[in-house]
C-alpha cells in the first residue's frame, strides 16, 4: 500500500543546531515533492517544492534534498531559532497513483530550544 | 489577497445536527480541496472541484457529508446529521493546478459533543 512516514512525532533540537527531518514514501512515483509549515491553528504554509530531477533545493536557511531511488527527501534548517518551531508537513503529487491531488505525510513536530 | 477565508473558525454542535462550513478561494484559483485533519489520521482530502465540478470525492468518509461549489468563489462542505467522530480540524485549500502549490485557509475547529 501507498505511505508517506516522516521520520517522528516531535523532534527538539538546540537552538543555532541544524534540524534534519525525514519524509520516506512507499509505492508513488513523484513528479516533485513539497514542504509546508504547519503552526498550531494555522493552516498549512507552502515552503519549497522540489522536482524529481532536482537534486536539492535552498531558500535561505532551508535546504530540502530528494532523492528518487530510497523514496526519501530531507527537509534541514540551519542555525536554527526557537521561531522555526512548528509542524513540518512532506506532500507528494500522485503522479502515478492515477489521482491527481497531494498526499501529505502525517507531519513531524519540530521544538527549537532556546 | 486575502487569501483562502473560511467560516466559521469554530463550530460546536450537538450530535445529530446540521453543520455546514464555508470556503472563499484565492481568486483565479481553479482548484478547491477539503481536507480533514486529527491527530490520528493526519490531514486528508476529502474532496476536490476543478472549475465548480467535483472530481475525486473518493475521500469523503461516508453519505452524511456533502459538498458544494456552486460558484467560482464559494464553497460549503455539510455534515448531517453530524456525529462525534466528525470533530476534527476541517481546512479548505486552493492551487492553480491540482498537485502544485496549495494555499490553505485558517481552517474550522468542529466539536460535536
Known amino acids: 500500500s501507498q505511505k508517506i512516514e516522516q521520520n517522528s512525532e516531535a523532534l527538539n533540537i538546540q537552538e543555532g543546531k541544524t534540524a534534519t527531518l525525514t519524509c520516506n514514501y512507499t509505492?508513488?512515483?513523484?513528479?516533485?515533492l513539497q514542504w509546508y509549515r504547519q503552526d498550531p491553528g494555522r493552516g498549512p504554509v507552502f515552503l519549497l517544492l522540489?522536482?524529481?530531477?532536482?537534486k536539492e533545493k535552498r531558500k535561505e536557511r532551508l535546504k530540502v534534498t530528494f532523492d528518487t531511488t530510497l523514496k526519501q527527501s530531507l527537509f534541514h534548517i540551519t542555525a536554527s531559532q526557537p521561531a522555526d518551531s512548528a509542524t513540518y508537513l512532506c506532500?507528494?503529487?500522485?503522479?502515478?497513483?492515477?489521482?491527481?491531488?497531494?498526499?501529505f505525510g502525517t507531519g513531524t513536530r519540530l521544538t527549537v530550544i532556546p | 489577497d486575502a487569501g483562502v477565508i473560511q467560516s466559521p473558525r469554530h463550530e460546536v454542535t450537538e450530535m445529530g445536527q446540521e453543520v455546514t462550513l464555508r470556503c472563499k478561494p484565492i481568486?483565479?484559483?481553479?482548484?478547491l480541496f477539503w481536507y480533514r485533519q486529527t491527530m490520528m489520521r493526519g490531514l486528508e482530502l476529502l474532496i476536490y472541484?476543478?472549475?465548480?465540478?467535483?472530481?475525486?470525492d473518493s475521500g469523503m468518509p461516508e453519505d452524511r457529508f456533502s459538498a458544494k461549489m456552486p460558484n467560482a468563489s464559494f464553497s460549503t462542505l455539510k455534515i448531517q446529521p453530524s456525529e462525534p467522530r466528525d470533530s476534527a480540524v476541517y481546512f479548505c485549500?486552493?492551487?492553480?493546478?491540482?498537485?502544485?502549490?496549495?494555499?490553505f485557509g485558517p481552517g474550522t475547529r468542529l466539536l460535536v459533543l
Open positions: 506532500a507528494l503529487d500522485g503522479a502515478g497513483t492515477g489521482a491527481n491531488n497531494l498526499f
Open positions: 481568486s483565479g484559483h481553479d482548484y
Open positions: 509505492n508513488y512515483s513523484p513528479a516533485y
Open positions: 472541484f476543478n472549475n465548480n465540478v467535483p472530481i475525486d
Open positions: 485549500a486552493s492551487s492553480l493546478s491540482p498537485g502544485e502549490t496549495q494555499y
Open positions: 522540489i522536482r524529481e530531477n532536482e
